[in-house]
């Protein structure tokens, strides 16, 4: 790592930890902390030796136990070992992946640390910029993105642990950059992604001036190349199990409404871009991972030593299947087979460095997803896909016929959310409110759009009859937020494709994904409560023995851990 980067990234974040948690970041008001009641005193377990944190990207709650029956690896182990929570759901609105990440290992919404999005209008450039972007850095070892946390304005739990534990080691792996980058945070020693560009595992000079030996030899072996001309068919011979746990395997509105059937090959060859990015729809990503991870904790020595480490792993193959074929298609059970048996491989080679008893295991998801929408509509359920010019026409033909004589007043559209055009609107001496509220009007008017938020109602009282406009607000940063913001209607997905599905919506069925905790200091069980990922920090950090800010919308996991429970919730 550059000298300079590594000051100026203390300097950062020494600031943001001089900070009382969610002050001065904070661009709306949200809650404040409550001082945690006294509670019995009882006795610490000592610290894991190693923190093992799994994001699987796009991940329902169910699928823990709906596949169970055919769960062999480490789904089988969390689900019989571990505390899992069902009912837990994100308590903010933007359901994305870089958003979900920021969250995991921070507990923090956007309101406190500004990852809105995966990307964002900046107002001074005037172009979209991605969660990681990093125009300070240079990739390693390109040509992909200089990715690093410099958006991130949080702090997170291997944060935490670095400041009390200097001997400590942090580490992110994943199949996304923002996966990788978010959740290891900002004083991590080092984060690995996958690079479609060029088929390998990279980083950038945030955290290192090139890449260590042993992943350039990684890279040198081509392990994506090897995969050419590789099938994916079922992991389980009978599909007569595929056919009763997600049913037929040729469903209309899955991907292109022509590959929607087993076995499926990668399109194109390596070295093309066409390969490396086809790849990430198949479980061989998540193998690719699992290697990668298992090379990283061994060069970094994690959990070989008294300071506890933290390994941030996230699998990102899940959502590309999810996007492509669909939460109730026979691909996605197949996956979920499969990363089984991929997290039995890491929870035992973790297992084997901790050693017994020094190992603590996290397991959720970014975000959940809506089912596809032709399988709602075969359920009787009002789904539909609109084309996202449906909004953006509407609105457009509007402030055109209101405004004849101002010109364009967009700044940008960030479907179905709209930037304005601040500097052009006062020059030409209208209203904020009178421009908002014609743009109100035509998302309202578009039959697929419920309710509107704009600034100034984000930064008011809640409305007695709104129960999401907390959730809007979580994810309300007022520098990098659009300026009106709408909610989209119930199984409405916005989206030029033929076929697939997404998230990114308030609704339940994007904000509902697994928390589960085993291991080190875990008391094993079943737990209906209402609850969130926000919740997953501090009850890491209590794990830990780490200093963490519990706010009013979060709280300690006491359930999961032992010997927490007869002295109340914290």
């Given at each position: 790592?550059?000298?300079l980067t590594r000051?100026l ?6 600031a943001?930890l ?7 970041l904070?661009q709306a008001?949200?809650?404040?902390a409550?001082?945690?009641?006294a ?6 377990p000592p610290?894991p030796?190693?923190l ?10 169910e ?6 029956p055919?769960y062999?690896?480490g789904l089988?182990r969390l689900?019989?070992?571990g505390a ?8 903010h ?7 979900g990440?920021?969250?995991l290992l921070s507990g923090?919404?956007?309101?406190d640390?500004g990852i ?6 900046d107002?001074?450039s005037?172009?979209f910029v991605n969660v ?5 850095q ?6 992909g993105?200089a990715?690093?946390?410099q958006?991130f304005?949080g ?9 009390s534990s200097?001997?400590s080691r942090v ?10 980058i ?5 004083t991590?020693?080092a ?16 955290y290192?001036r090139e890449?260590?030996s042993w992943l350039?030899?990684?890279?040198a072996a081509r392990?994506?190349d090897a995969?050419a001309g590789?099938?994916?068919t ?8 595929y056919l009763k746990?997600a ?8 991907w292109d409404?022509v590959?929607?059937?087993?076995p499926?090959r990668?399109?194109g060859?390596?070295?093309t871009?066409?390969f490396?990015?086809?790849l ?7 193998d ?10 061994d060069?970094?020595?994690?959990g070989?030593d008294g300071?506890?480490?933290i390994l ?5 193959a899940?959502?590309s299947?999810g996007h ?6 026979q691909?996605?059970m197949?996956?979920?087979?499969r990363?089984d048996r ?9 297992e084997q ?6 190992l603590?295991?996290?397991?959720s ?5 809506m089912?596809?929408v032709?399988?709602?509509?075969a359920?009787?359920?009002?789904a539909r896909r609109v084309?996202?010019a449906?909004i ?14 101002a ?11 709209v ?10 001496k ?9 743009v ?13 938020y704009t600034s100034?109602r984000?930064?008011?009282d809640?409305?007695?009859d709104?129960p999401?406009?907390?959730l809007?607000?979580n994810s ?7 300026h ?7 199984y409405v997905?916005?989206?030029?494709r033929?076929?697939g599905?997404?998230?990114?919506t ?11 905790l085993?291991g080190a200091?875990?008391?094993r069980g079943?737990y209906g409560?209402?609850?969130g990922?926000?919740d997953?920090a ?6 830990l023995g780490?200093p963490?800010r ?6 300690v ?5 032992l010997g927490a ?6």
């Amino acid at each position: 790592m550059a000298p300079l980067t590594r000051r100026l990234r203390g300097a950062c974040l020494g600031a943001i930890l001089a900070l009382p948690a969610g002050a001065a970041l904070a661009q709306a008001p949200g809650p404040t902390a409550t001082p945690a009641p006294a509670a019995t005193p009882t006795p610490a377990p000592p610290r894991p030796r190693l923190l093992l944190f799994v994001s699987v990207d796009q991940m329902w709650s169910e699928w823990i136990d709906r596949f169970a029956p055919f769960y062999t690896g480490g789904l089988k182990r969390l689900r019989e070992q571990g505390a899992v929570f069902t009912n837990a759901y994100y308590r903010h609105s933007n359901s994305e992946t870089g958003p979900g990440h920021a969250v995991l290992l921070s507990g923090r919404h956007a309101r406190d640390h500004g990852i809105i999005a995966n990307d964002w209008h900046d107002r001074l450039s005037g172009a979209f910029v991605n969660v990681v972007d990093d125009p300070l850095q240079r990739p390693l070892p390109g040509p992909g993105r200089a990715g690093s946390p410099q958006s991130f304005m949080g702090v997170t739990v291997g944060d935490l642990l670095k400041r009390s534990s200097p001997a400590s080691r942090v580490v992110g792996v994943a199949g996304k950059d923002r996966s990788a980058i978010l959740m290891a945070g900002r004083t991590a020693d080092a984060a690995y992604w996958y690079d479609s560009s060029f088929g390998g595992f990279a980083s950038s000079t945030y955290y290192m001036r090139e890449l260590p030996s042993w992943l350039t030899s990684w890279n040198a072996a081509r392990h994506a190349d090897a995969l050419a001309g590789k099938t994916w068919t079922r992991l389980l011979p009978d599909e007569a199990a595929y056919l009763k746990h997600a049913g037929p395997d040729d469903v209309k509105g899955e991907w292109d409404n022509v590959d929607t059937v087993f076995p499926h090959r990668i399109r194109g060859v390596p070295p093309t871009r066409e390969f490396y990015d086809d790849l990430r729809r198949t479980p061989f990503l998540d193998d690719l991972v699992l290697d990668v991870a298992l090379r990283a904790m061994d060069a970094h020595r994690l959990g070989r030593d008294g300071a506890t480490d933290i390994l941030a792993v996230g699998f990102s193959a899940t959502d590309s299947i999810g996007h492509t074929y669909g939460a109730d298609s026979q691909e996605l059970m197949d996956q979920l087979l499969r990363l089984d048996r991929t997290l039995g491989r890491l929870f035992e080679a973790a297992e084997q460095r901790a050693g017994r008893g020094g190992l603590l295991i996290g397991l959720s998801a970014d975000h959940s997803s809506m089912p596809l929408v032709e399988v709602l509509q075969a359920k009787g359920v009002d789904a539909r896909r609109v084309s996202p010019a449906v909004i953006r026409d509407a609105v457009t033909k509007a402030l055109a016929e209101r405004f004849p004589q101002a010109g364009e007043l967009v700044r940008a559209f960030d479907l179905p959310h709209v930037y304005l055009d601040l500097e052009r609107i006062a020059a030409q001496k209208l209203h904020r409110a009178d421009v908002e509220k014609v743009v109100e009007d035509a998302l309202m008017a578009t039959g697929v759009v419920d309710r509107v938020y704009t600034s100034e109602r984000l930064l008011g009282d809640p409305p007695a009859d709104d129960p999401d406009f907390v959730l809007f607000r979580n994810s309300y940063f007022e520098p990098r937020s659009p300026h009106v913001i709408a909610r989209l209607k119930r199984y409405v997905y916005l989206d030029d494709r033929p076929g697939g599905t997404g998230h990114g919506t308030v609704q339940d069925y994007d904000r509902h994904v697994p928390v589960v905790l085993a291991g080190a200091g875990i008391a094993r069980g079943r737990y209906g409560v209402l609850c969130g990922p926000e919740d997953i920090a501090p009850t890491l950090a209590t794990l830990l023995g780490l200093p963490y800010r519990v706010e009013t919308d979060q709280r300690v996991l006491t359930e999961a851990v032992l010997g927490a429970r007869a002295g109340g919730d914290p």
